[in-house]
């Protein structure tokens, strides 16, 4: 196990013509959207999981280099999960760099919302919680919008831990941001920040929802009460 030809007929042999189909509209694949080009097996994310698993131990960093530089979303995303699993035992033994290292080598392959989204905080997230995080500034200033939501996803490791102070900066970073998908990944970090301590966060809300992304907002109000979340909506120059 562990041969890249063994992961991918294990992919294969989960495929589904008719979900690939489904899943190339779900992630944006047409001409001028976010996920342009990407390409479909058609398995499902339960199925990446257990084939990760049975892998992980003997699937080298080669193999998950090329996983992850398949023109396939499942072979990339499986790729991430070995990544994620050889990371976390890693971690135990404090040999866990060279798996970071990889990973911000090849951040521009973690590139679709449920890559990043499946790994940043797991993977950065982790690393960076007793390190110096000015790699998450880089990543939030960079040119490639998949860098950007790695910088925004990382800081949920840091919420669970109730450290608010960088999804705080990062998401005042990112009030002008163009992306949607931007505006969903900093609402849902203000969101559970929220859950934490709801003081800091209303604070950040009260001096910038009146130029906040509308998206943005919303999913950062989501569990306020209902009298604050109208409040919130009605500031008069939220950007639709």
């Known amino acids: 196990m562990g041969d890249i030809k063994e992961i991918i007929r294990d992919i294969k042999s989960k495929a589904s013509k008719d979900k690939a189909l489904i899943l190339a509209r779900f ?11 990407d390409r479909f097996h058609g398995i499902t994310v339960p199925d990446q999981r257990a084939i990760a698993k049975k892998h992980c131990t003997s699937t080298d960093k080669q193999t ?24 976390t035992e890693a971690r ?3 040999e866990e760099k060279q798996w970071v290292n990889l990973y911000l080598e ?31 500034y880089s990543l939030a200033t960079d040119k490639l919008l ?25 998401s ?19 969101r559970e920040a929220w859950k934490k301590d709801a003081a800091t966060v209303e604070k950040f809300l009260n001096q910038h929802a009146h130029h906040m992304p509308r998206t943005m907002l919303r999913y950062a109000i989501e569990k306020i009460s209902e009298s604050k979340r109208k409040r919130y909506l009605s500031k008069p120059a939220a950007i639709a």
Request: hydrophobic share 40%; proline share 0%.
């Open 172 to 190: 005042e970073m990112m009030l002008e941001h163009k992306h949607d998908l931007i505006h969903k990944a900093t609402g849902w970090m203000l």
């Open 92 to 94: 135990k033994k404090g």
């Open 64 to 87: 998950i280099i090329r996983l992850m530089d398949s023109a396939y979303h499942e072979e990339r995303l499986t790729g991430i999960f070995i990544l994620n699993q050889k990371f």
């Open 27 to 37: 992630f944006k694949t047409g001409k001028g959207q976010y996920g342009e080009g």
């Open 146 to 170: 998949w860098k950007n939501r790695i910088a925004v996803v990382a800081t949920l490791h840091f919420i669970r831990k109730n450290d608010l102070k960088d999804i705080i900066k990062i």
């Open 106 to 136: 090849k951040a521009n392959r973690v590139n679709n919302w449920d890559l990043v989204d499946s790994s940043a905080h797991i993977i950065l997230g982790q690393w960076l919680e007793d390190k110096d995080r000015s790699i998450l």
